[in-house]
């Protein structure tokens, strides 16, 4: 499975973004597809997962603020990120895995490639 992330940029806070990941590749069905974000000299942390049932796993810090969702005829999941700060600021990475539900990177196989998203003050 090979990953592609888009959609970050330059914001500002309170506004608003969508990132996508398109997966290639057989499966995509079948896998959970999480977004985790790493901040500058943070390590990375869990924002978001999806199952391939469609249930969702959301951060408690950012419960209010993100949704994910994905459209399996598109190969596609997307974060929707909605009143964002400048502590969002950060490189969001998609991935994919085989496990029902975990918020634990190690746990996924397949990692894009990563977007930028820089929230403005």
């Known amino acids: 499975v090979q990953l592609q992330a888009s959609g970050g940029g330059l914001v500002q806070a309170g506004g608003s973004l969508r990132l996508s990941c398109v997966a290639s590749?057989?499966?995509?069905?079948?896998?959970?597809m999480g977004w985790f974000r790493q901040a500058p000299g943070k390590e990375r942390e869990f924002a978001a997962a999806?199952?391939?049932?469609?249930?969702?796993t959301i951060s408690d810090s950012v419960k209010d603020r993100l949704t994910i969702s994905r459209d399996s005829a598109k190969n596609t999941v997307y974060l929707e990120m909605n009143n964002l700060k400048p502590e969002d600021t950060a490189v969001y990475y998609c991935?994919?895995?085989?496990?029902?539900?975990?918020?634990?990177?190690?746990?996924?196989?397949?990692w894009g490639q990563g977007t930028l998203v820089t929230v403005s003050s």
């Open positions: 991935a994919a895995t085989w496990i029902l539900s975990s918020t634990e990177a190690r746990d996924y196989d397949y």
């Open positions: 590749g057989r499966a995509f069905s079948t896998y959970t």
């Open positions: 999806i199952n391939w049932r469609g249930g969702p």
